[in-house]
């Protein structure tokens, strides 16, 4: 099996997670991808991560120069030392003399044997373990038909071979798309995507398209590419995650509200906050939040749509203090940019904050923005449900405000996530008496009883949560009906 193989490592975060150890060593690979996909940064760090571990690297060049390499390196804080050698192909200067040229076959012939005889030369010279060549396109150019081309390169294959290097071949698939030669001549093949949202910067992702002998991590992985070099977050496999820890209920803090829940919300589990704008969906999660971390425990609060300066303002006269939170390390608040971030790069996030075996509260704050950031619904529903799995076998509370359209009546949500969920509380405006009241009801919870009744709640100086509405119906349809025409009671001390 290919586990036995020897691996070069690629020292891009992320990737050779992916490839399971790395690249398998004196073998060819392919990394292909459209201008600006990032193959140069990728290949350069491959090399990089040779040099520190002793091995020579070449990076033969048939298209940039010498000088926008060390450029590209030295925008990233990279310094090519003395073990990388950086060797421009360049044609004879008879082939840059219009009156020495030849006919147009004879010229490509030569062109071509002389770019394959000065790449034979350096790798000679350098005596090099890791190799870009950079890149087929060229070779493809000059070669001029299908069968000299893939000539070329089982030659080239051979050779490096013999030499026991690791080679990675770029191909910036501007000539010939529909090409697949080195797809059935490279050991492997990575392929780099470039998406451009309506909105927003362009999204990249990345997928092994083949690998002999060797397993790997499948489908599209999202990366992003900033100072230090690209950055790979591999797609998230829940069942590969789990952990030991005891499922116990954890409190609100108010008893009403967890004698509606059945006594709390049980660790481990997803818990998704419905209902329109305003209701309060922030500031209930912000109570799970606040009794976290009074028990001792430390939260971590993602924010799409409110900002941050914002949120610890609103938040301090509802009781809840998150910049002293923050300062005393019990709680991470990210504000996060849905028209800048990935679906990978966010569950990535996540996934580290929840490492932290103090972390009993993920707050998503919502998925309204959440989904702002995908592109297509159906992946959406994908995304969360093995979010929300990981963080369960992570002994992670999680939870998911949604917002509904609509204000009173009838109420449409963007994509449902409620079955995902293990339980499911509902805010609701109703109209009594010539005022809008909220009302608060759990109509889902798989790890337990809870009270299907509906209590009014109110926000002055902290969450407070009322009696059962047990005198009139129609409270979920916004309009309540109640004998008599008494209007619903409220509970002393309410403003």
Request: glycine share 14%.
């Given at each position: 099996m290919g586990g036995a193989t020897s691996k070069?490592?690629?020292?891009?975060?992320?990737?050779?997670?992916?490839?399971?150890?790395?690249?398998?060593?004196?073998?060819?690979?392919?990394?292909?991808?459209?201008?600006?996909?990032?193959?140069?940064?990728?290949?350069?760090?491959?090399?990089?991560?040779?040099?520190?571990?002793?091995?020579?690297?070449?990076?033969?060049?048939?298209?940039e120069t010498a000088q926008e390499l060390r450029a590209t390196a030295q925008s990233h804080g990279w310094q090519l030392?003395?073990?990388?050698?950086?060797?421009?192909?360049?044609?004879?200067?008879s082939l840059l003399d219009s009156k020495q040229q030849q006919s147009l076959l004879y010229s490509s012939d030569l062109e071509l044997g002389e770019t394959t005889k000065l790449i034979f030369e350096a790798v000679e010279r350098t005596k090099a373990a890791r190799i870009v060549i950079d890149s087929l396109s060229e070779i493809r150019l000059l070669a001029q038909s299908s069968l000299?081309?893939?000539r070329q390169i089982?030659?080239?294959?051979?050779?490096?071979?013999?030499?026991?290097?690791?080679?990675?071949?770029?191909?910036?698939?501007?000539?010939?798309?529909?090409?697949?030669?080195?797809?059935?001549?490279?050991?492997?093949?990575?392929?780099?995507?470039?998406?451009?949202?309506?909105?927003?910067?362009e999204r990249r992702r990345l997928r092994i398209v083949k690998y002999r002998a060797q397993g790997f991590r499948g489908g599209y992985h999202d990366f992003s590419i900033g100072t230090g070099g690209a950055r790979?977050?591999?797609?998230?496999?829940?069942?590969?995650?789990?952990?030991?820890?005891?499922?116990?209920?954890?409190?609100?803090?108010?008893?009403?509200?967890?004698?509606?829940?059945?006594?709390?919300?049980?660790?481990?589990?997803?818990?998704?906050?419905?209902?329109?704008?305003?209701?309060?969906?922030?500031?209930?999660?912000?109570?799970?939040?606040?009794?976290?971390?009074?028990?001792?425990?430390?939260?971590?609060?993602?924010i799409f749509d409110e900002e941050l300066g914002l949120l610890?303002?609103?938040?301090?006269?509802?009781?809840?203090?998150?910049?002293?939170?923050?300062?005393?390390?019990r709680l991470q608040i990210t504000q996060l940019d849905a028209a800048e971030l990935s679906p990978g790069e966010f569950a990535y996030n996540v996934c580290v904050a929840a490492q932290d075996p103090e972390v009993r509260t993920v707050v998503i704050d919502s998925l309204n923005g959440y989904q702002a950031a995908m592109p297509q619904e159906n992946s959406l529903i994908l995304h969360i449900h093995e979010l929300l799995q990981y963080l369960n076998r992570q002994g992670v509370s999680t939870f998911l405000t949604v917002a509904q359209h609509g204000l009173i009546g009838d109420m449409k949500t963007p994509v449902d996530v409620t079955y995902l969920a293990d339980?499911?509380?509902l805010l609701r405006y109703f109209e009594a008496d010539g005022a809008v009241r909220r009302a608060l009801s759990v109509i889902k919870k798989r790890t337990g009883k809870h009270e299907d009744t509906i209590r009014e709640f109110w926000i002055d100086r902290g969450i407070q949560v009322g009696e059962p509405l047990t005198e009139f119906h129609g409270v979920l349809r916004g309009t309540p009906m109640l004998p008599g025409d008494r209007p619903p009671p409220r509970p002393a001390g309410d403003e």
């Open positions: 070069a490592r690629t020292g891009v975060p992320g990737l050779d997670d992916i490839l399971m150890g790395g690249l398998a060593s004196g073998r060819v690979f392919l990394l292909e991808g459209s201008p600006g996909t990032g193959k140069t940064t990728i290949a350069l760090r491959f090399l990089l991560e040779g040099a520190a571990a002793g091995e020579r690297g070449l990076y033969v060049t048939l298209s030392g003395d073990n990388i050698e950086i060797f421009e192909v360049v044609p004879p200067e000299r081309y893939r089982l030659a080239m294959k051979h050779y490096f071979s013999r030499h026991a290097a690791t080679v990675l071949m770029l191909d910036d698939l501007t000539t010939d798309t529909l090409d697949k030669t080195v797809h059935s001549v490279a050991h492997g093949v990575i392929r780099l995507e470039e998406l451009t949202p309506d909105y927003g910067a790979i977050f591999p797609r998230l496999v829940a069942a590969e995650h789990r952990s030991k820890f005891a499922r116990q209920s954890i409190g609100t803090g108010i008893p009403a509200f967890d004698g509606l829940l059945g006594g709390g919300i049980e660790r481990g589990s997803s818990t998704v906050i419905l209902g329109p704008t305003g209701t309060g969906k922030s500031s209930l999660a912000l109570q799970f939040i606040a009794q976290t971390v009074a028990t001792g425990g430390k939260a971590a609060m993602f610890l303002e609103r938040a301090k006269p509802l009781g809840f203090d998150l910049a002293a939170m923050q300062a005393n390390g339980a499911v509380i």
